[in-house]
Structures are given as C-alpha cells and as structure tokens.
C-alpha cells in the first residue's frame, strides 16, 4: 500500500513538473485551486487539532509536575513565558529581586499535589530566600520571600498548607 501511494505521488509531481513546463495556465489555475483547497484543508485540521486549547492553568501545573526533582534552572523555569509571567504577576515589584537572587536552589518537590521550590542568594541564603509554592488542586500559586528576616507571604488566592513533610524537603 505504501509502495501504491509513494507511485502516484511521484507520478503527480512529475506531471506537475511536466505541465507547468509547458506553460499551460489552465494548469496553474488548476494547480492555484488545489492549493487552496489543500490550504483550507491543512486550517481545517489545524483547526480540529487545537479543539481542546490547552489553558494556562492547565499548562502551568504540568510544567510544575513533569519538573518535578529538577531545580528551576534546570528545568528553565524562569524561560518559560507562562511560568515567568503568572510569578511576575504575583511578585510585582519583588519580581526583578527574586531574579536577582533564585541562585541557590532546591528542587520541585510535591506532596497530594502541593509543589514547592526554593531560591537564595548565592552564599547567603539566609539574606534572601524565596519559596514558591503551588497547589495544583487548586490552581493556586503563593510567593513566600524572606529578607533579613523579615517574611512577606504573596497569595493568588488563599494561603497553601504544606505539611511538615514538604515543609522540610
């Protein structure tokens, strides 16, 4: 069957070659309508393909957990626009700082679909942390950042409870 297929598409090139040698332009307003009509086909399917888009939501929870037990970096977390944009939106004005300071870190873990990560500034950890938590149950993302002490919590919604064990990981 393959054989059969691969033949008459050979054949069908050939002839197209051959005809649009001979400058027939009932050819090539043919051949300019099976374009179309293979253009309109291909949106079609595009069009059926992209059904069921993909919603933020949805993409940012999966790109949480299929990172799971790799740190942001390397998993380029911070590259991925919808990543980027939905902890930019929460951070605000903190954003540029938590960039400048998500050096040392830890990686994505989860417990009942609560995930966390961490990142500090590079030899001193205790002078800027950040731990980004995310339900992904909930769809719900919360920014916690420790400054000298000093601990501000951002929420989307309400605030996420870990338990200890995540806590601690």
Known sequence: MKKLVFAA??????????MSC?????????????TEASTEMSTEASAETSAAPETEATSFAELIKSNEGKNALDA???DNEVFKNRVKALAAAEFDSIMANFNTQTPITGEN?????????AHNVPEFLTTIIYDANNDNLNITIEKSGKITTLKEKEEIKMTETLKKK
């Open 9 to 18: 598409a050979t054949m069908f090139m050939l002839s197209m070659g051959f």
């Open 22 to 34: 001979t400058g027939n332009k009932t050819n090539e307003a043919e051949n300019s309508a099976s």
């Open 76 to 78: 380029k977390l911070f």
């Open 113 to 121: 679909g609560i995930y966390k990560m961490t990142g500090g500034r």
